[in-house]
């Protein structure tokens, strides 16, 4: 699998073996995706936004199956980048780096 994000705000799951969309309509966010990474079990996907928001998808699941970080930062989230499968570390525009226990619901 990999993954796209775009400057229009949607980030595409794609299944790499098949070149065919996994996960798409990924619109969560209410500005353009700086940043996108991976779970190391490959389980989870993360964006990061202008918006100030970092949402992270559980990809083996439905679309509405995400947790949202809101206000990550005091500006954008320009990086992010996984610990391990459930630690999320993400940089701001505030020049600030947080550490984020990641839940799923």
Not at 87 to 96: F, M, N, R, S
Request: proline residues 2%; hydrophobic residues 45%.
């Amino acid at each position: 699998m990999f993954a796209s994000a775009d400057t229009n705000r949607e980030a595409v799951v794609w299944d790499r073996a098949s070149r065919e969309v996994k996960l798409k309509n990924m619109l969560y966010h209410t500005a353009r995706i700086n940043s996108l990474a991976w779970s190391p079990d490959s389980r989870l996907v993360a964006t990061g936004s202008l918006d100030t928001c970092a949402i992270v998808y559980e990809i083996d699941k439905p679309v509405a199956s995400r947790v949202t970080i809101k206000g990550a930062h005091l500006g954008g989230v320009h990086g992010l980048t996984f610990l391990d499968n459930d630690i999320l570390v993400t940089a701001g525009e505030d020049a600030c780096i947080r550490v984020w226990k990641v839940v799923q619901q």
